[in-house]
């Protein structure tokens, strides 16, 4: 190392919650690579990335301080010929702190408390954590760094406070997860920061994904002039490398991954989800429900980009409303992407269930009633199939029907994991369109024809839906932004579908309450993201 | 009023979350009583009795701050001739409070800002609330008089602060869930608070169910010695006073409801939450499938106590693994309770799906595919009645069940509300047996057979779990006190057991994700109270 040049290498890991010794192992390993291929000075690991993140209420099963200690104590005596920067849980008597320890020859030679604790939206961190107070700022030759973690970066105190202690780079240490739109938001703050405290800074975040999350990287760094040098790609763990220099806090050619458009960027997430979801739970393969229509279509190209397609079975449940062409085209799309595929019709079922019900229906109209108990059959099959070859079912409803309620609780619902469950529909199509430039997988029918859930004769999703191109802002502005019912219209939709639409995510909270988790891709998902009662009257609000 | 004696009425009231309107009807009707028949000086309500408890994230919505403003105003105008202290959520600028407002003659007299928010278990507060610093006591005649909320007054500043700011009675806004052995912990607190600061307490409660929680009342207070002078009923609404003096804080004969047992109460908090689910939903009755089991035999004396027999539909659908009593001993108690009763067979239904999947089982064993097969027709079976009909589904498991997975998911887990979620399997026994003391409506042989999911020949929970009295502890050891396994074989109990019981635990997290809500009954019930990953990796810890 010379005197003012200073390389920090970001290992941009995808931990494993719990996983404490199975992390330590990659976070040796990324320690290794950065001293001996990229001869790194200093190897920064994400927020939390010994045990994993969130770990929610893992923090306080009795056995993980023990746990963590030792870990700990493994990589301080073995990461050597190289400074660690470690995020961990720290268990101070009956308080727990969002940690770092920094490692330096066998001793940890500074540490830091996480002092801005974030508790909205997916984040609990009062739940468990307290709030340090103190800067962290450690000296390497004649170069002093701080230390801070996450959300400290997004406001003022922390970045100013290591400045005033000496930093002149500072590393923040992060578990970031995506949602779109979210990078240009770090990296205009990491600017704005940097600028206003003339500190070269490194954020460094994990990929991977953990339930409702999906981890994004795209580890970056800025100089002291808040220009961007680095930028890691998305949804691949790696280690990267930026070099800083006293002077400008940058040298060398910037390395920049240049940014993917949304739907990539979206698609590249869900399929990072997927992949993370069944492999780490252990299934051999996943199963899907393939309708023919769009989002099992858009699901299916996702569990094949995720697994394989032979990792993949696609089984279609034909009934006496499914169009011949839907049975088509899902066969189609599975050939195309070597996916196994089956029909089981489930007319007979269907009749016999019907036949016990007739006591008890007498002579009422068929109703929800007999189109629900379609789905309920199909999703039985699928998880008899779930429960006899161990694949997972994914459910392949979108967030505009797990919005309005436009699925079956225990039928299309059914499922492990959620691909699209935050996945608006005008995005399904405009995913599935994307994907398809990708090679041509989804066929072109699937995209054009009016959807439609096909349990009734002629059915169509518009039927007792708005137009999607008007559902889905609603929703957006209902959900996302927290909108009244009056600060909708005024947004310019029609009173009577702004009523027609709050009133259905109202009613449907107890149906969401039951879905499958899927990973969170907006601004606002269903599940922990938006935390609502079920039995509630709020009408107007 | 005399110079020296303040009658307070602590207004025990059930509100329901975010209706603002009817909270504060039921405020002003609690206050007429309060005034005219009781003669009170003053009225206390609840914790946020205006919006409910919890709100979670309907605190966030845009319209919310308006529409509590605007019944705030009407209860200052119309609450006349008493002093009221009323809970609410106070929006200043960007920041919520947990607030209490003190409305006397037409104003706004005081104001209190909840300064110890809880963050854990079922609490979500920091995720809303910033916390208040400063004391709130308010004059009436020549008494004194001091506000805080609830957490406030398990730890020693806010009691102490009200005190030295001159208070003479403390006035305890709750919004405090139902669990067992909680009243004790409640007046243990409030004597030991009152000695210490010389200071009589009052502590009022709301009572109802609300999903995951249900509030018990049992509204409560202490004079300065610490001495209880008044204990309200447990799981009814109503107005209570007491009397206090300048010297002693007490005057009168003090009015305290006898403790029930533990099965008493956890059998009406049941009963309590049971009843307000189905109604606040707007559901005409409650559908069960009824086994001739344990678990399915209390869920339908509770629904029947809940509702009303009349209200109540059980199912009995019965298999080729049926036994003949265990139709028998449903039908029996359906009569005793007045309960509607049918039989639908599945068998048909069974065999024509088994023959759909055939082709694809082709000769593998019989195994749990075929066992939840079953499980999955019944449940949808009772939602096609649901769809129909239009009463809720309420599911049977219980909390034994519910952790180590012995239970069919989108089977026997279907329905919108679980009563026995929470209540272990032993308990269960316990709670049958107490509720026959009450009328003898649960047939005996329901009690002393064997437990078996009845899903194959000569099946028994005790093929594949340990005995219930050796299970249940484990799971409590486990899941309530977050032992480690290690911890847990030293409370006596086999490793084998012990690790098998955790394991299952910690696999079936995926199921209970999509589990009914429950009403908490224990020290840490599934769902809100306790947030584990599903993908994780966490062995022995």
Redesign the interface.
């Known amino acids: 190392m010379g005197e003012s040049s200073l390389r920090i290498a970001l290992a941009q890991l995808n931990v494993?919650?719990?996983?404490i010794e199975?992390n330590a192992r990659q976070m040796m390993e990324a320690a290794a690579t950065a001293r001996d291929r990229d001869h790194a000075d200093i190897v920064a690991f994400p927020e939390m990335a010994l045990l994993?993140y969130?770990?929610?209420?893992?923090l306080?099963?009795?056995?993980?301080p023990d746990?963590i200690e030792s870990a700990l104590a493994l990589l301080t005596e073995q990461l050597t010929g190289i400074t660690a920067v470690v995020g961990y849980p720290e268990y101070a008597g009956e308080d727990i702190y969002n940690a770092a320890a920094v490692i330096s020859d066998g001793e940890r030679v500074a540490h830091y408390r996480k002092q801005c604790l974030p508790?909205?939206g997916v984040f609990?961190e009062?739940?468990h954590y307290r709030s340090g107070d103190a800067p962290c700022v450690f000296e390497l030759g004649k170069r002093r760094i701080g230390v801070t973690i996450c959300e400290d970066i997004w406001e003022q105190g922390p970045a100013a406070q290591a400045k005033a202690a000496g930093a002149e780079v500072l590393i923040n240490l992060n578990a970031s997860p995506f949602h779109v739109e979210k990078q240009g938001e770090r990296e205009g703050l990491l600017a704005q920061r940097a600028k206003a405290n003339d500190l070269a800074i490194c954020y460094v975040n994990c990929v991977g994904?953990?339930?409702e999350l999906v981890f994004d990287g795209r580890s970056c760094a800025v100089d002291r002039s808040g220009q961007l040098t680095l930028r890691a790609p998305a949804f691949e763990s790696g280690v990267f490398c930026v070099d800083t220099q006293a002077q400008s806090g940058t040298q060398g050619t910037p390395s920049i991954v240049a940014e993917e458009s949304d739907e990539a960027l979206i698609y590249d997430a869900l399929v990072r989800a997927t992949r993370?979801?069944v492999d780490?739970?252990g299934f051999p393969g996943a199963l899907i429900g393939a309708s023919g229509g769009i989002d099992s279509a858009l699901a299916m190209a996702i569990a094949a980009d995720a697994l394989g397609g032979d990792r993949v079975w696609a089984v279609s449940m034909p009934s006496r409303y499914t169009a011949d062409i839907s049975n088509v085209d899902a066969a189609d799309q599975a050939e195309r992407m070597g996916v196994h595929y089956?029909e089981?019709?489930?007319e007979?079922?269907f009749?016999?269930?019907l036949?016990?019900?007739a006591p008890?229906?007498g002579d009422?109209e068929p109703?929800?009633?007999?189109e629900?108990?379609q789905s309920?059959?199909r999703?039985?099959?699928l998880?008899?199939?779930s429960?006899?070859f161990g694949h997972v079912v994914l459910a392949t409803g979108n967030k505009s029907e797990m919005a309005v309620g436009y699925a079956t609780?225990?039928g299309d619902m059914?499922g492990?994991f959620a691909p699209l469950k935050d996945v608006y529909k005008t995005w399904v199509y405009r995913l599935a369109k994307f994907r398809n430039t990708r090679g041509d997988v989804i066929p072109e029918r699937v995209i054009t024809r009016p959807p439609s859930a096909e349990l009734r004769d002629d059915q169509a999703d518009t039927d007792t839906l708005p137009e999607y191109d008007v559902l889905d802002p609603i929703i957006e502005a209902y959900v996302e932004?927290?909108?009244?019912?009056?600060?909708i219209c005024a947004r310019g939709f029609a009173e009577d579908d702004v009523r027609q639409v709050a009133g259905l995510i109202r009613r449907n909270e107890?149906k969401r309450?039951?879905?499958?988790?899927g990973p969170k891709v907006t601004r606002r998902a269903f599940g922990r993201d938006?935390?609502?009662?079920?039995?509630?009257?709020?009408g107007?609000?």
């Open positions: 494993w919650v719990g996983d199975g994993g969130p770990p929610d209420d893992l306080l099963r009795r056995g993980l746990a508790n909205y609990d009062r739940r994904g953990q339930d993370d979801y780490r739970n089956d089981l019709p489930i007979d079922g009749s016999a269930l036949n016990t019900l008890l229906f009422r109703d929800t009633a007999e629900n108990l309920r059959i999703g039985a099959l998880m008899s199939l429960n006899k609780l225990y059914c492990g932004d927290g909108e009244s019912i009056e600060g107890y309450r039951q879905a499958a988790p938006r935390r609502y009662p079920i039995t509630a009257v709020y107007d609000l």
